[in-house]
């Protein structure tokens, strides 16, 4: 985005995503280019720790509660290291805690957004032949509504 159309907050913003892509390591991109690591947990907590997932996403859940522009500034900057990387930033950060911030119930917030916006994630994903649902250990697992029956 061209300096001249930004705010002074805009530009601060700019150049905490440009340093924290500045901090990702040459090796992590290329060992997931390679497959080597499928998904870099210590990019996420580091993206947490400086508070740059979840731009868009209210403060009382752990994100900034700025804007689109803002949303697009830091996505902007996080591209330039690696498209996976901005991906990965963007579903979890975006995609996964607005749609859980808009239409989850409190406990639902509290248990999947704020974690992600912390970068505290784990590599867990569904495997039909290991057991049912997104975060399975292989055994059966009850499930806990947790939306609003209303909804």
Known sequence: MF?????????RLRDEARAFTRWVPRQLILDMDAEKVQFPR????????????????SRELGGRGLGWIEDGIVAEEVGVASYSLA???GVG???????????????LKQAVVVPLLKGETS??????S?????????R?????RMVPTGS
């Open 3 to 11: 300096d001249y159309i930004m705010t002074e907050d805009q530009k």
């Open 93 to 107: 950060a975006d995609i996964v805690c607005e749609a859980v911030e808009l239409f989850g119930c409190d406990e």
């Open 87 to 89: 991906c990965l930033w």
């Open 123 to 128: 590599r867990r994903r569904a495997s039909p």
């Open 130 to 138: 290991r057991g049912a649902g997104p975060i399975s250990s292989g």
């Open 42 to 57: 210590e990019y996420l907590q580091e993206a947490g720790r400086r508070n740059l997932l979840g731009i868009r996403i």
């Open 140 to 144: 059966p697992r009850t499930r806990k």
